[in-house]
């Protein structure tokens, strides 16, 4: 059996994903880039690398640069490995960061809002412990259930077209918006919430992380504020037209 080439063992049996790039612009690339991005061949020859990393890589040696790989407006934070080749082109090699990823796991189980995790068929993925407190479900019981499961009925038709479209197109109509909406708790209740959406893509599947805020009582204070202003501005309004009247009186 002939023994594999440097070029082979670099981009055909590596576990990394490996580009060559000349002024910035990649040229050649392996499966396993492929696989790290879930971008088509066709968009990535030709692709500039400022667009795609967070970090200037200037062509010298470097090792283990920890910077984010930005795809479709998601971030995978990466180690990248820059190595110089010759007619001024450069070998990258990157693989995802556990150091960064354990950063964001540390984030994902202590921060109070709720953190959910869905695939791009509308599964749940993965909650962190604030979605269970707030809403009262275990993990046994939702971990692979449809999120139609804390949507109302209502809204059920309209996310159905969105993950659609999410899973078609790698693209969601909500993603780095800031929206108030209604959800459903384990117990039946219905809750508002505020949310923000962010679309990322991992080994050619798409996936989408919810921020989820519990704004019931926000919203119920505001209500309550409303209501209040409203009865002051019809007490004023009295007010105001029975002095009207007093004044019409005595100046007949």
């Not at 800031?178 to 599947?205: C, H, Q």
């Not at 209500?223 to 501005?233: D, H, I, S, T």
Request: hydrophobic fraction near 35%; include cysteine; aromatic fraction near 10%.
């Amino acid at each position: 059996m002939e023994s594999p080439s440097l070029e082979d063992i670099f981009f055909e049996y590596s576990k990394s994903a490996n580009l060559i790039a000349k002024d910035s612009v990649i040229e050649e690339y392996n499966k396993e880039f492929i696989k790290l991005t879930g971008l088509p061949e066709d968009r990535l020859k030709g692709v500039n690398l400022k667009d795609i990393l967070d970090t200037r890589i200037s062509g010298r040696f470097v090792e283990d640069l920890h910077t984010n790989l930005k795809v479709d407006g998601s971030i995978i934070p990466v180690l990248v490995t820059c190595i110089p080749l010759k007619d001024g082109r450069i070998f990258l090699s990157m693989k995802p960061s556990e150091k960064l990823l354990e950063g964001f796991k540390s984030v994902f189980e202590s921060t109070a809002d709720a953190i959910l995790i869905v695939d791009e068929n509308g599964r749940i993925f993965e909650a962190n412990p604030s979605f269970y407190r707030v809403f009262g479900y275990e993990r046994d019981e939702i971990i692979g259930r449809e999120l139609t499961l804390i949507i109302p009925s209502e809204f059920h038709e309209d996310f159905k077209e969105m993950m659609d479209k999410f899973k078609r197109e790698g693209e969601h109509p909500l993603a780095g918006k800031i929206f108030e909406t209604k959800s459903r708790r384990a117990d039946g209740t219905i809750i508002s919430v505020e949310m923000s959406l962010t679309p990322w893509t991992f080994n050619g599947e798409n996936y989408t992380t919810s921020i989820i805020r519990d704004i019931t009582e926000k919203k119920k204070m505001e209500e309550e504020l409303r209501a209040r202003e409203e009865k002051y501005r019809r007490i004023v309004e009295k007010f105001i037209q029975n002095a009207l009247a007093l004044i019409a009186e005595i100046k007949k």
